[in-house]
């Protein structure tokens, strides 16, 4: 009888241990759509959303700024990578940031590389159609790969 209990306390302990170790596989999964109609202020909404945009491994915090409109986010990355690559990470992670938190006006993508701050209006007059009406992420990266292929577009809109 003992042996039987110590067996199934052996087993039920490794599969909790093993159930831990893919808790941030499951994170990875979700649909960052979810977070649609965020707001600048919810800093659980934006961190989550944060975490699941490329380069979120360089990610060293961010800052919500909320005192007085318009409001914005800051991103603070200790990118080492490549400035093309940067580049690309900052469009593909603006747009989604301004098509899931409504109120947010302007984003600061601080890193040693580059310091760049997009607005929602220079953004959507880059692309010349509306983005953030999109109804999913493969139609939101469509228009992403659509323009950011562009060397001088990219220039453009990263000053």
């Known amino acids: ?32 759509l979810e ?7 919810d800093n659980s909404a934006v961190g989550n959303i944060a ?3 490329p380069g979120s491994e360089h990610l060293n ?10 409001y914005g ?3 603070n990355y200790d990118w080492i990578g490549s400035k093309q690559e ?8 603006a747009t989604f940031l301004f098509t899931l938190v409504q109120n947010v006006e302007w984003i600061t993508f601080n890193s040693v590389i580059s310091e760049s701050t997009i607005t929602k209006d220079n ?20 228009i992403i790969l659509e323009f950011s292929e562009d060397e001088n577009k990219v220039k453009q809109l990263l000053k």
Request: proline share 1%.
């Open 123 to 142: 953004l959507q007059e880059w692309y010349g159609k509306e983005f953030s009406y999109a109804q999913n992420e493969d139609e939101l990266r469509e």
């Open 35 to 41: 977070f649609k109609d965020s707001f600048v202020g």
């Open 86 to 93: 940067y580049r690309e990470t900052v469009i593909y992670n």
């Open 1 to 32: 009888m003992r042996k039987v209990i110590a067996f199934l306390y052996i087993s039920l302990s490794v599969v909790f241990l093993l159930s831990g170790c893919n808790s941030n596989d499951a994170n990875a999964n979700e649909n960052i």
């Open 51 to 53: 975490n699941q945009l």
């Open 61 to 70: 915090g961010f800052e919500l700024k909320t005192n007085e409109e318009p």
């Open 73 to 75: 986010i800051i991103l």
